[in-house]
Each structure stands twice: as C-alpha cells, then as structure tokens.
C-alpha cells in the first residue's frame, strides 16, 4: 500500500496517545471503528488486527475491504467462534496460536508508518488465556510517540489500563441478549 504523503506518521503534530475501550457494555469495537473511519476521512493510514475473530461473519470487514486504497490495512486473527449463532467460549489449541500470530503481527505494525492501530479486543485475550498481560505490555512499550494506538476488549487488566491516556468504559444499562435474542447480522456481527 502507498505510503500517504502529508499526513503520514513523523509530520510535526501531537504525540500519539493511547485509548483503552473496555467494560461489560456493547460499543467497543464500533467505537474503534468509528475513530477508524474519521482517522481514513482526514487522511490518515489505519491498522487494525482483529484477535479472536476468525471466521467470516463479521460484516464490517466488507467495507473496511474497499477502504484499503483510502489507507487502511486489516488481519483478523482467531479461529471461528460464532455457531448456529451463539458463541463458542471455550478455546483449543489453535485460539492460543492465532493469538500469538496477532500479536507477532502487531509487533511488526508497530514499526510500519501507520498513524493509527486497532488491536480489537487484545484486553479480552488476558482473560481467556490466550495471552498473558506481559506480552501486551512489552508491546505498548514498543509503541512509537507518533502512533495513536487502541485497545479494545472486556476485562483489561490494570497493568495494561496504566498505559492509556484515555479509557472509555462501556457500561451496560440495558441489554435484549439478556432476553435471549440471538445475535443479529448488521447488528452485533
């Protein structure tokens, strides 16, 4: 992908922050998502890597596709989890590899001339075994000055929520899942 001109990283701007979206709410990765589409409208180059999402049903990833030529790069990392529409919670073996490989790459990301990077629900991986909170943290110590760098994800542990600048937390009033409504497409994938 072209390198953007004018706007890429190291032109004399603010440092790059660190947000954290968390909480037991819906909104996290659209939250992120929408920052994404605002940073593409100014010009700005996105990254975002996806952990434990595999599978094909996540129906944004069909627009990000056409935004690549408008600067943004994505990779989804994670085996299917959705089926029959319910999820999967339990890991196997190859949940704790694709996590590995997300990470591997958002390591490799971090040396790229992105101005934003997504790590969408990076925070969840903690809890699920998939990583441990020392891997994220050697990665945010990696972070260039420059990079404005998102977490999302349930339950972020504390030594990662130190590094933010900003943390929103999305807290859940009211919720039709707790009804027993499935996931909707358009909707929750």
Known sequence: MAKNTGLARGRATAEGKTQIYTGDGKGKTTAALGLAIRAIGSGLKVGIIYFDKGGDYYNE??????????????LAFGMPRMMNKRFRFENIPSDIEEAEKGLEQANAWLKEDFDL??????????RTELLKTEQIVNLLKQKPPELELILTGRYCPKEILEFADLITEMKPIKHYADAGLDARKGIEY
């Open 61 to 74: 990833r069909k627009i990000l596709d056409s935004l690549e030529d408008k600067g943004l790069k994505y």
């Open 117 to 126: 990077l997504i790590l969408d629900e990076i925070n969840t991986t903690v």
